[in-house]
């Protein structure tokens, strides 16, 4: 069974504190237990030395006969809880209080020290033993310390340690799990509004707290990502309806000429005349499929051509007898001049070919005839590409920004059977882009139309981001 993240999160912060409790409190039963034991060892030592000192004290002042008394004036001098015994090396006792007799005697090594603990009769006790020489004597001396109210106030402590840690575990589990409510909460509410957003509600985003942490930057990525799909289906919506519009014509038209046909067998001329329309109209929308392909598909044919090294001159040169031919049938006149220079442009020369007759056509159709239309390639600075341009109709200033729209023209007086679908700018512009370039339109109307196309040059790295300065 998959856990929730708040659920998770309530578990990792109460073992984790469980875990931090239970290291600490042994940590702390440990130092204690470390620092008493220490202590007492000090006090052993030390009254190990003070019964010495006692002893040979005793031999100085020549009062060695009746060292049981002595001892135990000596003995009562002592805290409550510590005691010693002394007794000769066979294992005579010399003194020893009352309290001494339930700890047992330990032999310590001949010039050492021996220190251990005991626990007799629920008592604790903490002793150390080592042989002294008084002068002509010798004695085993054991000093004892009755740590049992020591070892109580730890097992105690150790008893609120045990008990303190699933208390402080619950405790754990319901803050972190009110922690990561409130932690998660922005996240619940991201995931109820992104579920709420649909195809009619494209417009709405999610909140943003102003917090600019983690969540609200999420949010606000989410946002931007709304804002991309909504201009995306917006797109669709109108690249939907515009196609549909622009394809119901010719089918109609298809349609009509085919009833028309089946009325009119008897008569040959009409025959003639409709199969005539519907190849045109057969052959607009053949275009106009291909045109709707060739955007559909976006940069995917850019990827699959790969880029050359060319030289700038060569695509116009290329396409210059096609051009002229097409001028020709309109009665316009075309020049083409070249660069003096010779640039090395790294692009997919069929694309560039495409594109320079994307636009000659459509600087013929919209210049009347006796007009002319010039290409030129030009070089400058870090930068190079073609020009297109004509003295044709123009583009008025409001319809400058809308010439690269899909189906838009310029003249809407036209209709495809004047040619073109209203495609090509859009295409050309894609096609381009797509190979890191720019391109741009200067226009009067009146006056005829100018489309500028800037690539990188080849023998000159620049950034590409410098291409948006070109002509500024």
Sequence with gaps: MMLSIRIRLTIWYASLIAVILVLLGYGVLVSAAWGLRRAADKELNAGIDGVTAFLRHKLDIHEMNDLNDELREHSALLPREKMF?????????????????????????????????????????????????????????????DQTEYRELLTGLAGILIFSVPIAGVLAAFTGYWMSGRALAPIDQITKTANSIDAGSLSRRLPLLGTNDELDQLSATINHMLDRI?????????????????????????????????????????????????????????????????????????????????????????????????????????????????VPLCTDQAIIE????????????????????????????????????????????????????????????????????????????????????????DSEQGKGASFTISFQRADLPVPSHQLQNIHQ
């Design 230 to 342: 909504a201009v995306s289906y917006e797109r669709i919506e109108q690249f939907t309806a515009d196609a549909s519009h622009e394809l119901r014509t010719p089918v109609a038209l298809i349609r009509s000429n085919a009833e028309l046909l089946l009325m009119g067998q008897d008569n040959p001329p009409r025959i003639q005349q409709g199969i005539s329309d519907i190849l045109a109209e057969s052959t607009y929308m053949t275009d106009l499929i291909r045109d709707l392909l060739t955007l559909a598909r976006g940069s995917g044919e850019c990827v699959s051509a790969p880029a050359e090294l060319i030289e700038l001159n060569e695509p116009a040169r290329a396409i210059l007898e096609r051009a002229q031919s097409l001028a020709h049938t309109r009665g316009i006149t075309l020049k083409f001049t070249p660069s003096s220079q010779v």
């Design 85 to 145: 015994r002394v007794s000769t090396p066979d294992g005579a006792i010399v003194y020893q209080p009352d309290l001494m007799t339930a700890v047992p005697s330990i032999v310590p090594p001949p010039n050492g020290l021996r220190t251990e603990s005991l626990v007799l009769k629920g008592r604790s006790y903490r002793t150390t033993s080592s042989y002294a020489t008084v002068g002509p004597y010798r004695f085993l001396i054991q000093v004892a310390v």
């Design 354 to 441: 495409r594109v320079l007759m994307i636009l000659i056509d459509n600087a013929i159709r919209y210049t009347p005839r006796g007009g002319k239309v010039w290409i030129e390639t030009w070089v400058r600075q870090e930068f190079c590409g073609f020009l297109v341009r004509d003295n044709g109709i123009g583009i008025a200033p409001a319809d400058q920004g809308k010439i690269f729209e899909r189906f838009f023209r310029v003249d809407t007086a036209r209709t495809h059977s004047d040619g073109g679908c209203g495609l090509g700018l859009s295409i050309a512009r894609r096609l381009v882009e797509d190979h890191h370039g720019s391109i741009r339109v």
